[in-house]
């Protein structure tokens, strides 16, 4: 296809340096390959499924009965030009023999071919019969005729741009499961990420508490301290004043009792 000049750069040596770089780390350029393709794919379906439209509209209508027996001849002319594809590709790199034997293989579907022909024909008036029926290859949009020849069916079935296509679906369909996978290992290893974060997140409220268990201890143990050696000076601020009262009541009865020596003996004296 025209598809002009590709803006990428080809190159094998990047390539073999992305390939090992994409051991050790994801990269995830697939997810862009896929999309490429993917958008390739749909483009080319597109095709296909207008195609099928526009001969509906423009073809004759046939029976389910007739449109099935040409279905048949289709099929087993896409089988034909398979098989001479391939057997031509394994000429061209010196494998006669398996040539040979792929050669063998179109004449028992050419036989086939036959039989669904004479089926078909005598399924259907004349002048309908002598109209080219097409149909629309599935895997490149391309059109096939029900009386295309065997040289026709090899170039189309053999062609780039129906090698190209195959090529294309099966590259996308590997995309597709590498992509899978890695999200697949991608949402498996946030998960365990996640585990374990709240699983920390978990002991540290742990720790936390039993951490604030042991300041409630000591808080509750310095208060009890502070109260017991509150408690004891009290009762030694108490004895004190206890013992200081005692004292100035025994001082003051000791003055008192000399006083009042001294007063008698005064008094005594006077009277002498």
């Not at 023999?97 to 050669?103: A, F, M, R, T």
């Not at 899978?180 to 946030?190: C, G, I, L």
């Not at 997140?201 to 502070?226: A, I, K, V």
Request: hydrophobic letters at 25%; one cysteine or more; charged letters at 45%.
């Amino acid at each position: 296809m025209d598809l002009g000049e590709c803006t990428k750069i080809h190159d094998l040596a990047l390539r073999a340096d992305y390939e090992i770089a994409s051991k050790e780390r994801d990269l995830f350029f697939e997810l862009d390959a896929m999309d490429h393709l993917e958008s390739f794919i749909a483009e080319c379906d597109r095709r296909t499924e207008l195609a099928k439209k526009r001969l509906a509209e423009t073809q004759e209508e046939i029976s389910a009965e007739v449109s099935a027996k040409a279905e048949k001849v289709h099929e087993l002319n896409e089988e034909i030009g398979k098989l001479l594809a391939k057997a031509e590709q394994l000429g061209a790199e010196g494998n006669v023999d398996e040539s040979q034997k792929i050669l063998m293989e179109v004449e028992k579907v050419r036989a086939k071919k036959k039989e669904a022909e004479e089926e078909y024909r005598n399924s259907m008036p004349a002048s309908s019969f002598q109209q080219q029926k097409l149909r629309v290859c599935e895997v490149c949009s391309a059109y096939l005729g029900l009386h295309d020849n065997d040289r026709r069916l090899a170039d189309h079935f053999g062609g780039k741009l129906h090698l190209g296509f195959i090529q294309i679906r099966e590259k996308l369909d590997q995309l597709r499961k590498t992509v899978a996978e890695k999200q697949e290992k991608r949402n498996q290893d946030r998960l365990r990420r996640r585990e374990e974060r709240e699983r920390e997140e978990r002991l540290s409220r742990r720790s936390g508490s039993r951490t604030r268990d042991r300041r409630r201890s000591r808080s509750r143990d310095r208060r009890r301290r502070r109260s017991r050696s509150t408690s004891r000076e009290r009762r030694k601020s108490s004895r004190s004043w206890s013992r200081d009262r005692h004292r100035r009541h025994r001082s003051r009865s000791r003055s008192h009792s000399r006083g009042h020596r001294r007063a008698s003996r005064d008094r005594s004296a006077k009277y002498k």
